[in-house]
């Protein structure tokens, strides 16, 4: 009588404890991120601590196996080297059993590895996550774990729709996406923090979507007043990337900045980018556009001959890290060139400090991503087409 009595209370414990995301298991399985982690490399340091077996790609067929691996990895002439083992693939897939970790180069990665021996003779280490737990090894990079959660919220809710969006752009490419600025930063397991790890589970499956389609999320640190219309810079005429009036980011530590580089540096850094340029005379900001960001930026050298720049092009010649935005004022004083601007990023999308702003005035997630995506709604994967 007594077991019985059990089954049925096991049952309703069970349905109880079912999450409330419309998305099944499955689904939930299905998508599965491919993030390049390294990339280019003459070598990479991994370590597996647990059993570990490694595959040749689509295949069962074991290549390599052992209780516990740490080795440098090199490309061969036709294969891969990993410490003394040596694979005739140019790729191998690397998984570990449950509970046990892999390493590279001392960052701690969920999921299984690809290492790929690329046509340059160079390694590539690909990343396969669950797209939830890849948002765990994002959310901490891109935000303060500190920050109030509704902020921790959104940017979970961006940090998803953007990678969705990446994947799907992507699908051709041996990758879906970075571990870099240039996609969104991601240190796996070893980023993971308490506050961003809720945050991404809060909103488990939480996408934005526009006319029910999800939508490229970009965001940036800090707009400094004006979000930058994305077809500035991109080919994206979007009515919800159109730029918003941003109040909210003044107390960002990268509201202002200013960098001074030598004439000579900056025009060696033109020659580069295959630019000619001669002695640079002159630094002249030719147009802003609505948003206050250059337009246009002109660069002359003492026999006239002149170089017409968009601000974005400007920025990615001199480095994003250096020119923190496009919103700047120019002026040379004696060999140096000053930039003074504001802002960190390339302004589309939500602002980051301004969404921080705006959870400390105790807006939510979905008020601080309605601000910024204008016309966005927040819906879950299992509605839209991935
Ligand atoms: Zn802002």
Redesign the pocket.
Known sequence: MKKLFYIPVAIAIFSLTMPGTALSAEQERDIVLRVSISDDRDNVNLALKGRYKMYPINSDAVVMEGPYLAANVTATKDGIKIGKGQIALAAVKVKVAKDSNIYVDSRRFRGDIDIIRKDNGRIMVVNYIGLEDYLYGVLYHEVSHRWPAEVLKAQAIAARTFALYQARQNKSQPYDLRSDIYSQVYGGRTSEKWSTTRAVDLTKGEVLTYNGDIVPAYYHA??????EDASALWNMDVPYLKGVQ?????N?KHYKWRKEISLWELADKLKDGGYKIGKIASVTVLSKNRSDRVDKIEIKDDAGISVILTGKDFRQIIGPNEVRSTKFDASIKWNLLILEGL?WGHGVGM????AY?MARKGMKAEEILKYYYPGTEISTIDKVKL
């Open positions: 800090t707009c400094a007043g004006y979000t941003c109040g909210y980011c003044k960002s802002g602002c980051q400090w301004g702003g």
